[in-house]
């Protein structure tokens, strides 16, 4: 078993076949029996989507012609991936792999050219690199573009955080302990932990480690959540006896932080599209002990799955670009593309005029996305708003993020959290 060659197959699986780089990386990992393998190869992966336009740019200077084959381009990445980023020994990261091309023995000299090539000439192609602003920011030109449009002043701080590794970030069951309670559990286990600045339930550790290794996380102590996520807590204004409905659930833990937030709700209903992801949605309320109405069903498609009942709350957490969130899921810079956004935007709109009508008159819903483009976010609400005279946005007040036409706006890495965006409407009676 060669790690570097299963890194470069999961790779290629997202570089040519579009496939997210997690799903590809479920396929790879359960063939590697050692843990300290499965990390080397995620973090190799993890490294070579992050910095990919960057790398790209670099193998296109060294190599004379560009290098059809998949596998042995996505090595060439891996290798320069390796000498410029990590601490694996330059021989090392030369030999093992070129080595991974295994039976490709036409492709190992070319390889090793580049590689050693890389090390020779590093000065001025990093110089080259830092001159052209697609390797510089390591993004596509397209949503460097993108992003400049909608943040001129804070689009190169924007690039540059969705390039830094996110911190691991907790949410506590709140029905089982508290924010500071749950910070002395950890320091007796070891593990070196903050408070987050706004979310009361969130804690942010100093170095990642393996869930499995989180007191009580098994007993749904504690969940994985970025603090920004967690913010929703105090915009749904739960209240006893309510209805509350999380669309697009999965994976769940908007779902739990509901349930968690407030023990005396009526129901709490959990709907998702997708039958795969809901199976975690299940596991996570099952890990939780709690309990929630689970739905597979198109949210827009009301007479399919709706009972009559409205509801007083409705979690509207749609699909979007993921622009918020890259640096958590670089492949996005990959996957994404330009044609997306209006198909995303058109989707939102449906998703919206769809839900809306099963709200109560007086009731609330947020409108949440993990994208920083404004017409999936403030343009969409205001567009919302004009076509529904019996809808009025309730203005957030917080410290967190910033006030934007409508609803408030959270950058990438700002306070070190992940990109979001919040609206909140209200039914008129």
Known sequence: MNTRSLAANALVR????????NDALEEVLPEIPRDIDRAFVQALCFGVVRWYFRLDFILRQLAAK?????????????????????????????????????????????LNGVLRSFQRERTRLLALADSDECATFSHPDWLIRAIRKNWPKQCADILDRANWQPPMTLRVNL???????YLDILAQSGIVAYPCRYAASGISLETPVAVQSLPGFAQGAVSVQDEAAQLLGGLLKLAPGHRVLD???APGGKTLHILESRPDLGEVVAL???AERLARVKDNLARAGLVATVVCADAADTATWWDGKPFDRIL???????????????????????????????LQRRILDNVWPILVKGGLMVYATCSLLKEENETQVASFLRDHPDAMESPIAAEWGSPRQH??????????????????????H
């Open 247 to 249: 669309v697009c659930a």
């Open 14 to 21: 997202v570089v040519e076949d579009g496939k997210s780089l």
């Open 316 to 346: 509207l957490d749609v699909p979007c670009s993921a622009t918020g969130v890259i640096r958590r899921h670089p492949d996005i810079k990959l996957l994404r593309q330009p044609k997306d956004i209006a198909k995303l935007v058109h």
């Open 175 to 181: 029905r089982q302990g508290s924010q500071m309670g």
């Open 66 to 110: 560009p290098i059809r084959d998949g596998e042995v381009r996505l090595l060439a990445l891996l290798g320069l991936y390796q000498l410029e980023y990590t601490r694996v020994k330059p021989h090392a990261a030369v030999s093992e792999t070129v080595s991974a091309l295994g039976r490709k023995l036409w492709a190992k000299p070319l």
């Open 272 to 274: 998702d599209i997708a």
């Open 407 to 428: 609803g408030r706006q959270i950058l990438s890495g700002e306070d070190g959290m992940d990109g979001f965006y919040y609206a909140c409407l209200m039914k008129c």
